[in-house]
């Protein structure tokens, strides 16, 4: 039916869209459909600017229906303080585990948002830093794929963290990772792992392809920023 609407119509657009949210609240409210409590919470944000709407269908739908993409909207709410809720990391951390645990379409970077706040510790119930859980956590977003937490992981081994001691091996592994994922900082670390031979065998060749590498990929990075700059 959304191609029968006139969108140059200001008054067919606004029925049309009242229409759409009738039948999201049917249903998140009625039909009890968790997808649709979801399409609801994007609907009330989105389309009607209503936070504090959104905010309690979000929280209904993570804390009755375990819905990955609700308890994710609902952590970023209370980071932000927004829809009424207190800016509040703990509780933000608690939805982002939710999220991470349950899978769907943001539960990566759920896994990484609760990583960042448990190695800080403003995520802790004791406000202590949870280094080797953040670890964890960070390790669950990168075998699947996630960037920045295998380069957070290649930190901590190539730093050292209370409770997990410099690892050169380790942290040239996770910056091979995130370099092939094209994370343009694990491949300079990586080239400099190798050009120093810090704890691992010195291979000049492998360095200065990494470096060459990172190059490109800055490069690469600084021309989008331009044409998106240029698009404005």
């Known amino acids: 039916m959304a191609g ?8 067919e657009v606004k029925a049309y869209l009242e229409n759409v949210g009738i039948e999201y609240s049917f249903q998140c409210h009625k039909e009890n459909d968790p997808e649709g409590c979801q399409r609801l919470a994007d ?9 504090e709407g959104a905010a309690k269908v979000l929280k209904d739908n993570c804390d009755n229906n375990l819905h990955g993409e609700s308890c994710y909207k609902l952590g970023t709410y209370y980071i932000h303080g927004k829809g009424g809720l207190p800016s509040d990391l703990k509780s933000a951390c608690r939805y982002f585990l939710k999220s991470c645990e349950k899978g769907g379409k943001k539960s990566l970077n ?5 990583a960042l706040l448990l190695q800080t510790g403003e995520g802790s119930d004791d406000g202590k830093a949870n280094v080797s859980l953040a670890r964890d956590y960070y390790s669950k977003a990168c075998d699947a794929g996630y960037v920045s937490s295998c380069f957070n992981i290649s930190t901590m081994y190539l730093q050292g963290a209370p409770g997990i001691p410099k ?3 380790q942290a040239l592994n996770y910056s091979l990772k995130a370099c092939d994922m094209g994370h343009v900082w694990a491949c300079a670390n990586a080239s400099r792992i190798y050009k120093l ?3 691992v065998e010195k ?5 200065e ?3 060459n590498r990172a ?3 800055h490069a690469q990075q600084n021309t989008a920023s331009v044409s998106l700059k240029f698009g404005e």
């Open 110 to 114: 759920a896994c990484h948002n609760a």
């Open 209 to 211: 392809t990494l470096k």
């Open 43 to 51: 609907y009330l944000e989105a389309i009607k600017k209503n936070f």
């Open 203 to 207: 291979n000049d060749t492998k360095a």
């Open 167 to 169: 690892d050169m091996n």
């Open 4 to 11: 029968l609407v006139n969108f140059e119509d200001e008054e």
């Open 215 to 217: 190059k490109e990929l």
């Open 197 to 199: 031979g810090d704890g």
